[in-house]
């Protein structure tokens, strides 16, 4: 019995693989998938939209959460201009070194 399930789980496999026009993966998806999927389509847009929103608000309330515990959190792009601004001051200050040492 085991050797005909690998044989017969290894010709699906070629068949769903093999490079011709009536293969299985394209006749499985277009002729059993597919049609559920457009039959319930609306109803996986909802599902998805709920968890969408679900997912968004518990990840506010996290976030909420940090912020009055760790006080107030610094944006993304206020870490870039102070790294910005403290990138341009070490360079003036290298460049008014090499200054000094000129003279």
């Keep these: 019995p085991l050797p005909v399930y690998l044989i017969l789980k290894c ?14 993966s394209d006749m499985i998806f277009n002729n059993i998938l597919f049609p ?6 609306e109803q996986i847009e ?3 939209e709920i968890a969408k929103l679900t997912v968004s608000q518990k990840l506010g309330l ?7 515990e760790q006080g107030e959190k610094i944006e993304k792009s206020e870490l870039k201009k ?3 601004k403290e990138k341009s001051e070490q360079q003036v200050e290298t460049i008014e070194k090499s200054d000094l040492k000129k003279m």
Aim: charged share 30%; glycine share 4%; hydrophobic share 45%.
């Design 46 to 48: 909802e599902k998805a």
């Design 11 to 24: 010709l699906f496999l070629a068949w769903c693989m093999a490079p011709v026009e009536w293969n299985g």
């Design 82 to 84: 102070m790294f910005k």
């Design 62 to 68: 996290c976030f909420k959460k940090e912020k009055s």
């Design 36 to 41: 559920i999927f457009k039959e319930h389509h």
